[in-house]
């Protein structure tokens, strides 16, 4: 799986099209509440930005990224499994110090779609399962490093 920010237009203008309708909202991964969470299907971005390690240089204070990228038919209660700790957003939680739980409501036929374009433009690196094998032609042993 690749990981970090697509670098080819096509999977931005897939969520352009995609989410244009869609209104994501926020909620601090530290609120025990989770009360503004609804229980509705829908997908989910767990965000960091480096506010709260101790990296020096201006750059790197504007950084922020999404680490990861879920679906679920009830967002409160998967957010509330990501606050007692679900994943390697266990570490992340560690490292970052603060997250953010970004969600938007979908019909949740859809979510599993808009899950993969948004783990496809963005690459996160907390998702591990979610890569995308393909059947093709064989590759002798020596080329696979190769490609």
Known sequence: ???????????WKQLQELFSEQQ?????????S?????????????????????????????LYNVIYVGQATDLRRRFKQHLSG????????????????????APAERI?????????AFGPSANKKNARARIGEPVPAGEIGER
């Open 1 to 11: 799986m690749r990981y970090g920010w697509a670098i080819k237009g096509s999977p």
């Open 112 to 120: 599993t779609e808009l899950e993969q374009r948004l783990i496809e």
């Open 34 to 62: 989770g009360g503004s969470v609804p229980i509705d299907a829908g997908v989910y971005q767990i965000c960091a930005g480096l506010e709260h390690v101790p990296v020096n240089g201006r750059p790197m204070r504007k």
């Open 86 to 105: 679900f994943g390697d957003v266990v570490i992340a939680k560690r490292t970052f110090r603060r997250l953010d739980f970004w969600y938007t409501i």
């Open 24 to 32: 994501w909202k926020m909620v601090p991964l530290d609120d025990p």
